[in-house]
């Protein structure tokens, strides 16, 4: 019985000492390494690539268009009668604020005749008033006194013309807005074709764009836009305020009017602004990264990771992002895309992950 019990307890260590070495050995840092090296040997051929699990997003559509920046107001200042400019108070660069004066012209002669008319008026008057106590006690006809009191409407008449006349002579700004480089000097002889100076209203400003007929629909009034203009890093918020209301027959196109507030009076007229519109949002989009699609003379195409190799994949692209782009067709939900070090990738290489990147937003 004692030998029988010593040799199985020897059979129990053996066995114990056996299963502790399998657990223990491949634990060991030098197989470990051995193992690695194995593993690097086995894709040291293989295409290292990142790829990114497709899933449908929910998505704004935009629609990227140009347009023009022009003052809420503007005009020509010119005289509305001729003569010799005798104050020019209006300063280049200037902020004026509605009904200031900007241009006197000569009035001396007019002002002279309403001086004329104003003391006739007075004359008139008076004989008027002798005229009504005559009548009154039949000192004279009713055609007497009615001539008289014709006389004295028709000086009236006069006084009012020459008012009219002498306010041809003053130029005022029609509204709150900055004068530009003028054309003139005090001195000046000026007539209605005289160019003078420009008046611009430059706050709010204006946004002039077009859209295809086709989105017709898809914009209203109150509408928000983004647009960026050059020298300006930052985009800026305007709003839709009018649309035409008919598609341009020969552009096919819908014409828009946006209203900025300017509050800085930093952003001048005239500049080239590049506007996004959304037009509404989407569901179920598949997105790809920019870098992952591949032009060429058939079409564009993608790479996809099966069964650790690389196949390529025809597709149709939609809109644009800044950094992404929609695809219509050719991918589906759960495709394994290679959206980086596709610079290597044949159709059929054989491939290796390096990492995976998460979809911005699935559903």
Do not use: W
């Not at 604020?97 to 008319?117: G, M, P, T, Y």
């Not at 000086?155 to 709150?176: L, V």
């Not at 027959?249 to 946006?258: E, G, H, P």
């Amino acid at each position: 019985m004692n030998i029988s019990s010593t040799f199985t307890k020897v059979i129990v260590a053996a066995g114990c000492f056996i299963l502790l070495a399998f657990l223990i050995i491949p634990k060991l840092p030098f197989l470990q390494a051995q193992d690695e090296e194995s593993k690097e040997n086995k894709n040291k051929d293989k295409v290292h690539v990142y790829t990114q699990v497709l899933r449908p997003e929910s998505v704004s559509k935009k629609l990227n268009v140009s347009g023009t920046v022009i003052p809420a107001n503007e005009v020509r200042l010119a005289s509305e009668t001729a003569g010799k400019i005798t104050s020019l108070p209006l300063q280049e660069g200037e902020l004026v604020q509605k009904d200031e004066l900007l241009v006197k012209i000569n009035d001396r002669e007019l002002q002279a005749r309403l001086s004329k008319a104003k003391s006739q008026k007075k004359l008139l008057a008076e004989q008027v008033e002798r005229k009504k106590k005559l009548l009154e006690k039949e000192g004279i006809s009713q055609a007497e006194y009615d001539q008289k009191k014709t006389e004295l409407a028709s000086i009236k008449a006069g006084i009012r013309n020459i008012k009219a006349q002498i306010d041809k002579t003053e130029i005022r700004a029609p509204f709150d807005g900055v004068v530009g480089l003028r054309h003139v000097s005090e001195g000046s002889y000026v007539s209605p074709d005289s160019k003078i100076a420009t008046l611009r209203q430059l706050q709010p400003l204006k946004i002039d764009f077009s859209v295809p007929g086709k989105y017709a629909q898809s914009v209203v009034k109150g509408q928000s836009i983004e647009f960026t203009v050059n020298g300006v890093d930052t985009a800026m918020q305007a709003r839709v305020y009018a649309i035409e209301p008919a598609i341009e027959t020969s552009t096919r196109t819908l014409q828009i009017r946006a209203l900025f507030d300017n509050e800085s009076r930093k952003i001048l007229p005239g500049n080239f602004a590049e506007i996004d519109l959304t037009l509404a949002s989407q569901d179920g989009v598949l997105m790809v990264p920019t870098e992952a699609v591949i032009s060429e003379l058939q079409g564009k195409k993608v790479f996809l990771y099966r069964n650790g190799k690389s196949v390529p994949q025809q597709i149709q692209t939609g809109q644009r992002q800044a950094e992404r782009v929609e695809v219509t067709k050719g991918l589906s939900r759960g495709d394994t895309l290679i959206t980086r070090g596709i610079q290597k990738v044949r159709p059929g290489s054989a491939v290796h992950i390096k990492g995976m990147k998460q979809p911005q937003t699935s559903q």
